[in-house]
């Protein structure tokens, strides 16, 4: 079975302050983990993902990920908060090899304060 | 590419009643997957299509749930006898390929409110 925890479903951050979303999995097997943004009245979009090969992934508008095998964690990282930042991020799996629907996080929202 | 588009974006409705909800997924897309989402909840997975083939339904999918992809374009989820434990937000995607870890594109949803 697989399983994503995100630690603290609220985190506010000051404009320009490092950003930090935590995300720990629970895999059997090698996992593929995604990180997906969700903005008010829109669908939800893809970040960036780890599928095999380098462990610290780059996504889109300057979000990382880094693939902790050790600690089974995927924690998102942005070094500078933008106001537009300001959004709820969902941290997925996919581990279940004959299965290919994603398991999903609770989900955390990102305030951002000027 | 126009996006995943989802009907109606809301729908209030009285306990006991059907509903139906469209999803046309991104052409040319064989994959597409229905989710729900309950406030302050990550999306849960209800069941894939590959095509006009249903591969997969959780076990969150009751028999009052039903799913449909006929041709393999675009797809309805009724649900029959709601129950208020029902509301929530449906949530549609779709994606090209059937590699793991193909990258999902997701409609902005159908509010369900069962009154």
């Known amino acids: 079975a697989q399983s994503v925890t995100q630690l603290g479903s609220h985190v506010s951050v000051s404009e320009g302050a490092l950003v930090l979303l935590r995300c720990n999995y629970s895999?059997?097997?090698?996992?593929?983990l995604f990180w997906y943004v969700q903005y008010p009245n829109q669908g939800l979009q893809l970040l960036l993902k780890?599928?095999?090969?380098?462990?610290l992934v780059k996504g889109i508008n300057g979000f990382e990920a880094e693939f902790k095998k050790s600690e089974t964690s995927f924690h998102l990282t942005k070094p500078s908060a933008h106001m537009s930042d300001a959004a709820e991020y969902f941290c997925?799996?996919?581990?279940?090899?004959?299965?290919?629907?994603?398991?999903f996080g609770s989900g955390t929202r990102l305030q951002v304060q000027p | 590419d126009t996006g995943v588009s989802q009907n109606p974006r809301h729908k209030i409705t009285k306990r006991g009643q059907n509903v139906t909800f469209r999803c046309d997924p991104i052409?040319?897309?064989?994959?597409l997957y229905w989710y729900r989402q309950t406030l302050g909840q990550g999306p849960e997975f209800l069941t894939y299509?590959?095509?006009?083939?249903?591969?997969?339904k959780s076990r969150l999918l009751s028999d009052r749930f039903s799913a449909e992809r006929p041709k393999g374009s675009f797809s309805t989820l009724e649900i029959q006898r709601t129950e208020q434990g029902d509301s929530a937000m449906y949530l549609c995607?779709?994606?090209?390929?059937?590699?793991?870890?193909?990258?999902?594109?997701f409609g902005s949803g159908t509010q369900l409110s069962v009154l």
């Open positions: 995607a779709s994606s090209l390929g059937d590699l793991r870890g193909e990258k999902l594109f």
């Open positions: 895999s059997s097997v090698p996992p593929y």
């Open positions: 780890y599928t095999t090969g380098a462990t």
């Open positions: 997925a799996v996919s581990s279940d090899t004959g299965r290919r629907a994603l398991t």
């Open positions: 052409s040319e897309h064989n994959r």
């Open positions: 299509f590959q095509n006009e083939a249903q591969l997969e």
